[in-house]
Structure formats: structure tokens, C-alpha cells
T-cell receptor
């Protein structure tokens, strides 16, 4: 159980285009989803947290107009990189967490396999 | 936010137990300790988590000290496929319970 599917797994596109990445929880309802970015030989960096039906909360330094996040259902969140440029090339990873009966509780996050984005 | 400190790298012989330490001296009383691992070019994989008591599952055991200022992840019989970066994370209770990743420990299991 607790499978998170991310699509596409890799994408190459021209500078200036927008790219949409999908993140789906396949066998549980994800009340909270998270988007991370990882550059080569570095750790994961949290970009934003989104709760179903609410606006995403972005980490400091992450441009919300550049990285559009939609979490319209309990099983789907999307990240759109708008007007992508070569410096946006990175490994983007989503994660999802189900509801907890104890406030924030202790439900673990489950991660997708990531999307490798290359902007030419 | 409680921060964690892990050694940057460790080696382990195949078939032996791998003991990965983590310090989290500023942890609050109701914050959980989570362990994940990331194999190259994949998303992180959940391993185990705990609050106060030691925990065990099919993947690993988690030993948390009584004062909760440190913990150890134990892989009882390491295999070559356990080679990965292991992250010890104290989950932030507010702000959606987000996980902030540190640099982790790069575990190399050698034949």
C-alpha cells in the first residue's frame, strides 16, 4: 500500500515553455502533498506544502508565480513550472500523506519516483 | 525546528548489521523521528519512524535513547541493495508536518 505515482518520469523541453508534473496517491487519500526539488549531489529541498482544496504554502525563496501548485482532489496534485529556463532543470519529487486521527499525528509521507526536468 | 546530525558516510560489510546514528538534541517532546533512504535517481523510501519507544518492522529497527536526543537505525543484515543515502528527520509538528531533509548518511555496503 501507500503508493505515490508521479508523471512524467522525465521531460525535456525548450526554454520558455511550461511543464506540468502530476502526482497521484493510488491507494490512499492524500490530505497533504509536498513538492521537493533536488539538484545533483544535494539533498531534497522542500518547495511547498499543499492541502486539498486550499492554496499551497510556499517555502521562503520559492516563487509561487513560477511554480504553480494545484491540489484539487484527495488523490491528485500538480506542479506547473511556468516559462521554464535552464536554471529550472532539476529533479522534482512529490510526496503525499494521508489523514491522521491525532491532529498532525504520525502518518508517514510517501514519495513518488520523481521527475527529471531538463530545459534546453 | 529540531535539526539532526548524521555522519556523511559509512561503510558496512554485506551480511553484517548496519548501525546508522543520528543526533537530534533539540527535539521536542511530541516530535517524531523519521528515517528515509534514497537510492540514486529515485524518490525517498520510507523506512520507519518512532516517538519514544524502540520500533521494528520488516526493513529495520529504530532505537531511540531514553532522553530522545539521539537514535540509531539498524539494518540487521545489510545487502548490496541497501546502498543508499539514509536520512534521519525530525518532523515539524506545525506547518503541515513537513519533512526537512538534511544531508543524510551515504551508506556503502561492500561485498
Amino acid at each position: 500500500g501507500a503508493v505515490v505515482s508521479q508523471h512524467p518520469s522525465w521531460v525535456i523541453c525548450k526554454s520558455g515553455t511550461s511543464v506540468k508534473i502530476e502526482c497521484r496517491s493510488l491507494d490512499f487519500q492524500a490530505t497533504t502533498m509536498f513538492w521537493y526539488r533536488q539538484f545533483p549531489k544535494q539533498s531534497l529541498m522542500l518547495m511547498a506544502t499543499s492541502n486539498e482544496g486550499s492554496k499551497a504554502t510556499y517555502e521562503q525563496g520559492v516563487e509561487k508565480d513560477k511554480f504553480l501548485i494545484n491540489h484539487a482532489s484527495l488523490t491528485l496534485s500538480t506542479l506547473t513550472v511556468t516559462s521554464a529556463h535552464p536554471e529550472d532543470s532539476s529533479f522534482y519529487i512529490c510526496s503525499a500523506r494521508g489523514p491522521s486521527s491525532q491532529g498532525q499525528g504520525n502518518q508517514p509521507q510517501h514519495f513518488g519516483d520523481g521527475t527529471r526536468l531538463s530545459i534546453l | 525546528d529540531a535539526k539532526t546530525t548524521q555522519p556523511p558516510s559509512m561503510d558496512c560489510a554485506e551480511g553484517r548489521a548496519a548501525n546508522l546514528p543520528c543526533n537530534h538534541s533539540t527535539i521536542s517532546g511530541n516530535e517524531y523521528v523519521y528515517w528515509y533512504r534514497q537510492i540514486h535517481s529515485q524518490g525517498p523510501q520510507y523506512i520507519i519512524h518512532g516517538l519514544k519507544n524502540n520500533e521494528t518492522n520488516e526493513m529495520a529497527s529504530l532505537i531511540i535513547t531514553e532522553d530522545r536526543k539521539s537514535s540509531t537505525l539498524i539494518l540487521p543484515h545489510a545487502t548490496l541493495r541497501d546502498t543508499a543515502v539514509y536520512y534521519c528527520i525530525v518532523r515539524v509538528n506545525n506547518q503541515g508536518g513537513k519533512l526537512i531533509f538534511g544531508q543524510g548518511t551515504e551508506l556503502s555496503v561492500k561485498p
